[in-house]
């Protein structure tokens, strides 16, 4: 058994081995693309109605409609800002904007309405729209359990997930890009907003926004709003574009995968997503099971046993062991685990990474694996 294992490894240190590098590309953030007109407009509207400034909210509401943007857009854009800073600022908006129209229908203009926002379809529910909205912003899994001010206050999670991103986003008279642009504008103006801005700088650039269209946002800020709001907006955005940057890297220096993921595995012994690729069956001499166990993120096995003992080698991401009554372990590539028959445990991935393991089980002529209840999300959520 000694002799397979060493083997094994051996096997798994050459294959990370082969893989190839190209940083170059990575490197270059820079993009030809350009803000539109009406994008401008929303910005400067956006910011200036955030700020409070009516005085020069008329002219840009006036620029904004010259540029194309429907009447209808524009109100949108004014009632979506509400959710990022408060009634007061977006009702005094739309009364400006409504001054605007009269001002420009008494002189003969007549903008075009634009389309309506069109039926939104009720099931499922709000809270599972929002989450699949904010799934399709962030890139992100929205199965994990709450944390930081959401587990604090958990009902703000639901607010946010029904109201924002079901109510206000899924109204699609504004598309995403436009509603980030929005959304930017505003924190940026209203400062003490960081974290919200770096992510959302960052889920700009997941609906189609580029780096440079986002250092062109920030002169606009300069121009309409005052060098302060700017600079800390800049200060933010190059953080986030350097972190983005970093993390391409470690993209491409992450070798290939070992071993294929296998098949999704479907079965209540598990929580979240779970692929396994098994490496034939039983071995009736050297009695052993192996296979390749895929977690994504938050995922990971019930409470179980091994009669015989499992060994786990870590070939990539990062995870967590945990047998009962102790502190769980933090595990990481080319970390290995030795677990004794019969001791009850559970493993899998860290909230924030993907976790892979070739799992060896021993003796399997003693029995099968016995599963237990599964790890509550109070259990997952240890202080680590």
Avoid at 123 to 128: D, I, L, N, Q
Avoid at 327 to 338: A, N
Wanted: proline content about 5%; hydrophobic content about 40%.
């Amino acid at each position: 058994m000694k002799k397979m294992t060493i083997r094994i490894l051996i096997v798994v240190i050459m294959a990370t081995s082969w893989y190839s590098l190209n940083l170059s590309a990575q490197n270059r953030v820079t993009s030809s693309q350009i803000l539109t007109e009406a994008q401008k407009s929303i910005i400067s509207i956006a910011a200036l109605t955030a700020k409070g400034d009516l005085q020069a909210l008329k002219p840009a509401l006036n620029k904004g409609l010259d540029a194309g943007l429907t009447i209808n857009e524009i109100r949108e854009v004014l009632v979506h800002l509400y959710a990022y800073c408060g009634f007061p600022r977006s009702i005094r908006g739309l009364q400006t904007f409504m001054e605007v129209l009269d001002e420009r229908k008494n002189k003969g203009i007549h903008d075009k309405t634009g389309r309506d926002a069109s039926p939104i379809i009720q099931e499922p529910g709000k809270y599972e729209r929002g989450k699949r909205v904010l799934g399709e912003l962030t890139k992100l899994p929205q199965d994990l359990p709450l944390s930081g001010y959401g587990a604090f206050a958990p009902v703000i999670d639901t607010f946010l997930k029904e109201h924002l991103f079901a109510d206000i986003f899924e109204r699609d008279v504004l598309t995403y890009p436009q509603r980030q642009l929005v959304t930017i504008s505003v924190l940026s103006t209203i400062g003490g907003a960081e974290p919200m801005l770096r992510s959302h700088f960052g889920i700009c650039l997941n609906v189609g926004l580029t780096p440079g269209q986002l250092n062109e946002f920030i002169e606009i800020i300069y121009s309409t709003i005052g060098v302060k709001e700017a600079e800390n907006a800049r200060a933010v955005l190059n953080e986030m574009l350097g972190n983005r940057v970093i993390k391409q890297k470690e993209t491409i220096l992450r070798p290939a995968p070992v071993f294929a993921r296998g098949e999704k595995i479907n079965s209540n012994n598990f929580t979240g997503t779970v692929w396994l690729n098994m490496f034939g069956a039983t071995d009736s001499t050297l009695h052993a099971r192996i296979g390749n166990v895929t977690f994504e993120p938050g995922a990971r096995t019930n409470w179980h046993s091994h009669p015989g003992g499992q060994i786990l080698l870590i070939t990539e991401g990062k995870g967590y062991y945990q047998a009962k009554g102790e502190s769980p372990r933090l595990l990481r590539t080319g970390d290995y685990v030795e677990i004794a028959p019969d001791v009850v445990h559970w493993h899998g991935a860290a909230p924030d990474s993907e976790f892979v393991h070739i799992a060896i089980s021993l003796n399997t002529d003693k029995g099968g694996v016995i599963w237990l209840d599964p790890v509550s999300d109070d259990e997952y959520k240890i202080d680590r």
